[in-house]
Nanobody, 126 residues
Framework: QVQLVESGGGLVQAGGSLRLSCAAS????????MGWFRQAPGKEREFVAA????????YYPESVKGRFTISRDNAKSTVYLQMNSLKPEDTAVYYC???????????????????WGQGTQVTVSS
């Protein structure tokens, strides 16, 4: 079973950048499709980025497209979320998610993931 631990959150000014990391335990990381979600206070958790198990396919919602980049290093069992041009509305707890995949697909629905990290807080000040 893969366990996920996020890191890299913090406080940043609007326009700044942060890189989140999600380290996975276990030996099967390369067979997992991964995603990032976020949840702001009083709001539902929403999709932020997804990447296929081999890294060949990625997907973003319009709200972050062009600003956020998801990547992975299977040798290090880690997935990253590079966040640029941050806005106050990006403030949220960011969660890493994973699921075993049998093809090089990505997934963007919460219910498609069965492994979740504990979350890391990102706060963007105006």
């Amino acid at each position: 079973q893969v366990q996920l631990v996020e890191s890299g959150g913090g406080l940043v000014q609007a326009g700044g950048s942060l890189r989140l990391s999600c380290a996975a335990s276990g030996r099967t990381f390369s067979s997992y499709a991964m995603g990032w979600f976020r949840q702001a206070p009083g709001k539902e958790r929403e999709f932020v980025a997804a990447i296929s198990r081999n890294g060949g396919s990625t997907y973003y919602p319009e709200s972050v497209k062009g600003r956020f980049t998801i990547s992975r290093d299977n040798a290090k069992s880690t997935v990253y979320l590079q966040m640029n041009s941050l806005k106050p509305e990006d403030t949220a707890v960011y969660y890493c998610a994973g699921r075993r995949a049998y093809s090089d697909n990505y997934y963007y629905r919460m219910e498609e993931y069965d492994r979740w990290g504990q979350g890391t807080q990102v706060t963007v000040s105006s």
